[in-house]
């Protein structure tokens, strides 16, 4: 009997939807390595579900201001920022 292995698929990045302080949208994931400014909810969704798979568990609204960070972590950093981590990161008051 053959053994057949299921195809290998990668875990979907997460990806924040919200406005940033100017009141655009703004996608980002959770690695700050994508994203951008959109014209309005709707394309953002878009672009964030085509980016991750068409995962709709991986993307997460925002509420309050989501700016737009596209900056790499440093490759000396010890792990990478959950998304919890980066939501109270950037919401903090």
């Not at 990806?15 to 655009?24: A, L, Y």
């Not at 014209?39 to 579900?49: G, I, K, S, W």
Request: charged share 25%.
């Amino acid at each position: 009997m053959r053994h057949i292995e299921p195809p290998s698929s990668p875990d979907p990045s997460l990806f924040f939807i919200g406005k940033n302080s100017r009141g655009n949208w703004v996608v980002q994931d959770q690695a700050g390595a994508r994203g951008g400014l959109f014209v309005d909810r709707a394309e953002a969704l878009r672009f964030a579900m085509f980016e991750n798979g068409h995962k709709p568990q991986a993307v997460v609204m925002v509420p309050g201001i989501l700016d737009l960070d596209l900056g790499h972590k440093d490759a000396s950093d010890d792990h990478a920022e959950d998304g919890e981590q980066v939501f109270r990161r950037r919401h903090a008051a």
